[in-house]
């Protein structure tokens, strides 16, 4: 699917072509985007919002355009509820410390997963030390899902959030945010979903999935790096603090008394990433023009064959085996006598054959360490793989499985 409209692709590593698994990571860039981020320095790059003269109002029309479309992707009721930041990571610290500073107190109680990304863990994680309040983990069941039941139980009058990742980044699992959200909110509680890796795989609505947050990065969706979402409903975002001080995010500042900007500018402090968004704009009018579901059916394709094939090769154990998956397969690989060939070995011997994988704890060493292994290797799918590609993968690492064993 469209391997042509991403200069990178046509790159040569160690003498090989590239065959690029490594897109939970983060995804490589059309050509539109790139020709995107060269107009806007060329042509009409000024600082949004403050400015009177032409080039600053042309910047500000289209960084507001790019929120609108950031609004319509994810099914938003209005853009004021998209709120441009760093990243995903960026976002969740934004909203641990926002939502702390309003919401939690002494005692209280946050949830998270067994399966977070260290950016799901460690801003809830600071904001308990902050506030002296508790984390609290779902843990997994033997099949690698989430326990459920054992979720239902630390749900108390104490809980103020949850926040889990909709798809997890180390096993490509899909998990049951639906019921997830559904549970918290016949308690009143508040959920924040991570969708890092479901945004770019899955149709996103979240006016059906019905979370209070959501959280995803541009640069897994063919967009640039340094620009990402937080979108939260207007009536949490009304409530909530800012989570910075600056330039844009105010109305009227004096030494006595500062008021605050409507939303979304409340949260967006300081220059915004105007070239990012008009960028990611873009990206999204690509996928868009391909089709999320689409995209979700072909990447579904890729991974359920990935799997198959790798069951086929008997010194390999496939995670989450027969789930649901969006986008990513993990796996490591075991000698005949049992011992585990370390990931990063195999990784680099992948490497030396043109394919990219990613190996390691993930940023998520909690899961790696409930797995009991020092890291996993991860082979993750784009629009633009290619059955050749998990051919192509498929048959270095049989090669590299016989150098290693
Ligand atoms: N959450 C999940 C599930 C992720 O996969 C990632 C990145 O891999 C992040 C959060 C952090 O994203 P970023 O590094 O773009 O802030």
């Not at 899902?145 to 239902?152: G, M, Q, T, W």
């Not at 630390?154 to 909709?166: F, G, I």
């Not at 096993?171 to 924040?192: D, Q, S, T, Y």
């Not at 998990?390 to 290693?404: E, G, T």
């Amino acid at each position: 699917m469209n391997q042509e409209d991403f200069p990178i692709l046509n790159e040569l590593v160690h003498g090989r072509r590239l065959v690029y698994l490594d897109n939970a990571a983060t995804t490589q860039k059309p050509q539109v985007v790139l020709d995107a981020i060269t107009e806007a320095y060329s042509h009409w790059n000024a600082n949004v919002h403050r400015g009177v003269h032409h080039l600053s109002q042309v910047a500000t029309q289209k960084h507001e355009e790019a929120r609108e479309k950031v609004a319509q992707l994810i099914h938003a009721h209005s853009s004021e509820e998209i709120i441009f930041t760093k990243g995903t990571t960026d976002s969740l610290n934004m909203l641990a410390r926002s939502f702390g500073d309003a919401m939690v107190k002494e005692g209280d109680e946050i949830i998270i997963s067994q399966l977070e990304h260290h950016s799901n863990i460690v801003p809830w994680q600071m904001l308990c030390e902050r506030k002296g309040a508790v984390l609290k983990v779902i843990p997994l069941c033997e099949d690698l899902s989430l326990d459920l039941e054992a979720f239902k139980g630390l749900l108390n009058e104490k809980t103020k959030l949850v926040s889990v990742a909709h798809v997890s980044n180390v096993l490509g699992v899909v998990n049951p945010v639906e019921e997830i959200i559904h549970l918290a909110h016949e308690r009143g509680i508040v959920v924040c979903v991570d969708g890092a890796q479901s945004v770019p795989h899955l149709v996103m609505n979240v006016k059906q999935l019905d979370c209070d947050f959501l959280v995803f990065s541009a640069h897994k969706m063919y967009g640039p790096t340094g620009l990402g979402v937080l979108y939260g409903k207007k009536e949490w975002l009304d409530k909530l603090p800012p989570a910075e001080g600056g330039g844009e995010m105010i109305e009227h500042v004096s030494f006595e008394k500062t008021t605050y900007n409507v939303l979304p500018y409340k949260f967006e402090a300081g220059t915004p990433n105007y070239v990012g968004s008009y960028a990611f704009g873009k990206s999204i009018d690509y996928v868009q023009a391909i089709g999320l579901e689409n995209i979700a059916k072909h990447e579904h394709a890729l991974a359920e064959y990935i799997e198959q094939e790798l069951n086929k090769i008997r010194q390999v154990k496939v995670y989450a085996a027969g789930k649901e998956k969006a986008g990513a397969v993990s796996f490591n690989v075991y000698r005949a006598d049992g011992a585990l060939i370390h990931p990063f070995d195999v990784g680099v011997l992948l490497d030396r054959q043109g394919v990219a994988v990613r190996t390691g704890h993930h940023c998520a060493e909690p899961l790696i360490d409930w797995l009991g292994v020092p890291g996993t290797v991860r082979a993750s799918v784009g629009l633009y793989n290619t059955k050749e590609d998990v051919d192509v993968f498929i048959s270095a690492l049989k090669k590299a499985i016989m150098m290693l064993e």
